[in-house]
């Protein structure tokens, strides 16, 4: 359930422009049901089993006319642009700051308990500690990283709220014979993240992502703020012209609750099945994630 509560009065935006109407109903997101095939095709019982059957390795997208979203008028992509350069040279607390005043109380964060996620919530500690933000509880977490939500509850004051899929991993391996993150990680992510993400987006105008630059060659060109077209919504990376240094500087002045699996190998964390140490030599943090598989991103950060 998202309650959203309103913080204080969003006043300081330039322009009206950047207010979008309001979301649109939701209607078939994740309604998934034993023998259905991943929800974003409607199909169900031994035809659902077929059409999974040849999803098999096949890219896996939100197809826009069973998911539809929010499209941005030009003057809206124009005005994002300019705010996007005005604020490439502003501190994050200054951009979360902006974003807060523009689109709060719609405004949301997404979290994954990332060292860069631990900053962004230290800072709306301070800012706004109102702010909805939620996780993508796939089921398939570590433990280290639900006590970490527990750690920052009560060292920063803000509950992050759990964004469930429609099914529990008992009822999804069970669905597909066994564990899709095997088989076919894309549609295991799709159907765990990217649907619950798209579900919980609608609610809001604009969300915040710990995304950095220098992660990984996919994630080079993200801007501080911009359209996302996948979700329809404005998406603000307060992060990402940061380094790896500098989050973690900030975290240790500042004695930020993180993650201890950090400190056991694993530079990035996501769920257990796809998440391994990085080995000597590897230099590529995210390296350990769906390692061997050719995978490196999840789709929450690509169109
Ligand atoms: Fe499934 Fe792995 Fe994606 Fe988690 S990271 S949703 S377990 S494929």
């Given at each position: 359930m998202i309650q959203v509560t309103p913080t204080r009065p969003p006043a300081?935006?330039?322009?009206?422009?950047?207010?979008?109407?309001?979301?649109?109903?939701?209607?078939?997101?994740?309604?998934?049901?034993?023998?259905?095939?991943?929800?974003?095709?409607?199909?169900?019982?031994?035809?659902?089993?077929?059409?999974?059957?040849?999803?098999?390795?096949?890219?896996?997208?939100?197809?826009?006319?069973?998911?539809?979203?929010?499209?941005?008028?030009e003057e809206l992509l124009a005005e994002i642009e300019q705010h996007a350069r005005r604020l490439e040279g502003k501190r994050p607390e200054e951009i979360v700051e902006w974003a807060i005043d523009c689109y709060a109380p719609r405004l949301t964060m997404a979290t994954?308990?990332?060292?860069?996620?631990?900053?962004?919530?230290?800072?709306?500690?301070?800012?706004?500690?109102?702010?909805?933000?939620?996780?993508?509880?796939?089921?398939?977490?570590?433990?280290?990283?639900?006590?970490?939500?527990?750690?920052?509850?009560?060292?920063?004051?803000?509950?992050?709220?759990?964004?469930?899929?429609?099914?529990?991993?008992?009822?999804?391996?069970?669905?597909?014979g066994g564990p899709l993150y095997k088989t076919n990680p894309d549609r295991c992510c799709f159907d765990r993240k990217v649907l619950v993400l798209y579900r919980v987006t609608r609610h809001f105008d604009a969300w915040m992502s710990g995304i950095r630059r220098d992660q990984s060659p996919v994630r080079a060109g993200t801007p501080i703020v911009r359209w996302d077209k996948k979700f329809g919504l404005v998406k603000i990376s307060p992060l990402a012209n940061w380094t790896k240094k500098d989050v973690w500087t900030r975290i240790m002045k500042e004695r930020i609750p993180y993650n201890p699996l950090h400190d056991q190998g694993y530079p990035s964390v996501g769920c257990w099945p796809c998440t391994r140490k990085v080995l000597e030599g590897e230099t590529d943090e995210r390296a350990g994630r769906w390692s061997g598989t050719g995978k490196t991103e999840c789709g929450l950060h690509t169109d």
């Open positions: 300081k935006c330039p322009s009206d422009t950047l207010s979008l109407a309001e979301p649109l109903p939701i209607t078939g997101v994740g309604q998934l049901s034993e023998g259905s095939c991943c929800g974003s095709c409607g199909k169900q019982g031994e035809e659902a089993r077929q059409a999974a059957a040849k999803c098999q390795g096949k890219t896996v997208s939100l197809d826009p006319e069973t998911y539809p979203v929010r499209q941005p008028t994954a308990f990332g060292p860069e996620g631990c900053v962004i919530l230290s800072m709306l500690a301070k800012i706004c500690p109102d702010t909805y933000v939620f996780n993508l509880e796939t089921g398939y977490q570590f433990q280290e990283t639900r006590e970490l939500r527990d750690r920052i509850a009560e060292q920063l004051g803000i509950t992050v709220d759990y964004q469930h899929p429609e099914t529990t991993v008992e009822e999804y391996e069970r669905m597909h």
